[in-house]
């Protein structure tokens, strides 16, 4: 399993645009890289997920260069509610088991 | 459809109790997976199951752990003898697909042995 390096934290003020940036310099050729959010309490939910370029979906982009050893997630206009744990997870399609890591604890501020 | 359900959500016992938990993945799936995340880490796999069959285990899965899926629908994850070191949230998900997109977690149960 290649392994991730996320920031620890992240503070934003509302309505800010936040990146979170991923390094995952032993990635893989068939691994896919994927960013999963987490709320206290709560199993974490898919919020995206790429294998090079860029992919937009309703809740965020993720933008991957063309080495593929990191990977950003940008949040548009983040609100309070946006306040989480994210993870970048790489792997290949298929993968049992996954390799959450730390992730980053985003913070966002009124 | 509601989602993966986990029961109980919260679970307090001595330890050298046993304890068992339950999750009820989305219908028709057929992928399970249970996982366990302590306070300020990520969740970190322990096993899987394709229908019934359990094809994969973490070596975090000691001889204490054991994990069923008798008809390929709901799941069970006992701990014997619990210990200190158990407490943690044990989240349980279930996916059609092999793709972290079609991933789907639920809530968790959240174990404290004291």
């Known amino acids: 399993l290649a392994k991730t390096t996320q920031p620890i934290s992240m503070d934003s003020y509302e309505g800010q645009e936040v990146n979170i940036t991923c390094s995952h310099n032993?990635?893989?050729?068939?691994?896919?890289i994927t960013w999963y959010q987490q709320f206290p309490s709560q199993g974490p939910r898919f919020i995206i997920q790429?294998?090079?370029t860029k992919v937009t979906n309703e809740v965020a982009s993720l933008f991957i260069p063309a080495d593929r050893k990191s990977s950003t997630l940008s949040l548009p206009r983040v609100s309070l509610s946006d306040t989480a744990v994210y993870y970048c997870l790489v792997a290949q399609t298929g993968a049992n088991n996954l390799f959450f890591g730390t992730g980053t604890r985003l913070t966002v501020i009124p | 459809d509601t989602g993966v359900s986990q029961d109980p959500r919260h679970k307090i016992t001595k330890r050298g109790q046993n304890v068992t938990f339950r999750c009820d993945p989305i219908?028709?799936?057929?992928?399970l997976y249970w996982y366990r995340q302590t306070l300020g880490q990520g969740p970190e796999f322990l096993t899987y199951?394709?229908?019934?069959?359990?094809?994969?285990k973490s070596r975090l899965l000691s001889d204490r752990f054991s994990a069923e899926r008798p008809k390929g629908s709901f799941s069970t994850l006992e701990i014997q003898r619990t210990e200190q070191g158990d407490s943690a949230m044990y989240l349980c998900?279930?996916?059609?697909?092999?793709?972290?997109?079609?991933?789907?977690f639920g809530p968790g149960t959240r174990l404290t042995v004291l």
């Open positions: 199951f394709q229908n019934e069959a359990q094809l994969e």
């Open positions: 219908s028709e799936h057929n992928r």
């Open positions: 032993n990635i893989a050729t068939n691994d896919y």
């Open positions: 998900a279930s996916s059609f697909r092999a793709s972290g997109e079609f991933l789907y």
């Open positions: 790429g294998y090079k």
